[in-house]
């Protein structure tokens, strides 16, 4: 099956990441698919931001302290709203959602089942405790685990979670975990890749996916 090409946060080099014209530009870039990050306001709205604050003005606002109204207007830089991004995603495109806030999983659960049914999704997170529960409360949202500095134990955690996806970065992969992925059944996203030989050298191991900063560098992978 061809390598599915993912968005790191949108088209980030060219617009502000974890926007929707971001994610826009994304899909006209030639995206299978985005891969963004999602806390939720103290009134339980899922929003796209990657870090746990806002800055407004001097100050950093915590969102999960903040009603969705405090956080400001998508014009004043305020965060996407989660369903706001999957109504404009195209159809037959997945969207990635890598779960930041801490005990946030029943409204990510929420949020994607109302998604319209031509976009696919699923969810990830370093919090591999998050994804055991989003197996127990969501079992039918395809699930994913990610790895930075090592993959100790991946089969265990793989087994523990039920995760279909394993997001190793980058450095993390050869050929040998690949294999042991597949052989568990499961499917290797890898991030973030940013160069055009790494993605070809990558592609050529058979990983699943490609995620980086501008899908137009694996058009040839």
């Keep these: 099956m061809p390598i599915e090409r993912i968005a790191h946060r949108g088209a980030k080099r060219e617009l502000p990441e974890n926007t929707i014209p971001a994610f826009r530009r994304a899909f006209e870039r030639g995206a299978d698919a985005i891969e963004l990050d999602v806390h939720a306001t103290s009134d339980g709205v899922v929003v796209v931001h990657h870090d746990p604050g806002v800055r407004r003005g001097v100050r950093m606002v915590e969102i ?35 779960i930041k806030g801490h005990g946030i999983e029943r409204l990510v659960a929420d949020c994607v089942a109302a998604a319209p049914q031509t976009v696919r999704c699923a969810v990830h997170s370093f919090d591999h405790g998050a994804i055991e529960v989003m197996r127990d409360i969501a079992p039918n949202i395809p699930r994913g685990v990610l790895f930075e500095n090592d993959t100790a134990g991946i089969l265990d955690v793989m087994a523990r979670t039920g995760a279909r996806d394993v997001w190793p970065n980058w450095k993390l992969v050869d050929a040998s975990l690949v294999h042991a992925v597949h052989d568990a059944g499961g499917r290797v996203i890898v991030w973030t890749v940013n ?19 501008d899908v137009r560098l694996f058009s040839d992978s």
């Design 195 to 213: 160069d055009v030989d790494v993605a070809r050298r990558l592609s050529e191991i058979g990983v699943d996916g490609l995620c980086g900063d």
């Design 64 to 98: 999960a302290e903040t009603l969705i109204d405090g956080l400001g207007t998508l014009d004043g830089g305020g965060p996407a709203r989660l369903a706001d991004v999957l109504a404009m995603v195209p159809a037959n495109r997945t969207v990635y959602a890598e």
